[in-house]
């Protein structure tokens, strides 16, 4: 993974795809949420987190399933 990620990142940068300002905001809220989740991690109780984690990923697996299969083909919803 690390080599991947070095050359994707090499190839990009010569391609001068990169927005710098929006790297450095990226790399900000990556340290501060690190910092964060650490501190977090440390009071709070294994079986919260372990809730947060689940429904988190839950929420987020439904979402971006809706978003691939449902949007781009105009799919209505059940209505009642």
Do not use: D, E
């Amino acid at each position: 993974v690390g080599l991947n990620n070095s050359v994707a990142t090499l190839v990009y940068t010569i391609a001068g795809a990169v927005v710098w300002p929006v790297v450095a905001l990226m790399i900000c809220g990556t340290m501060i949420g690190a910092w964060l989740g650490t501190l977090l991690a440390k009071v709070a109780p294994r079986p919260v987190i372990r809730v947060v984690v689940i429904v988190t990923s839950i929420y987020l697996t439904l979402y971006f399933a809706y978003q691939f299969w449902i949007v781009p083909f105009n799919v209505p919803l059940a209505t009642g």
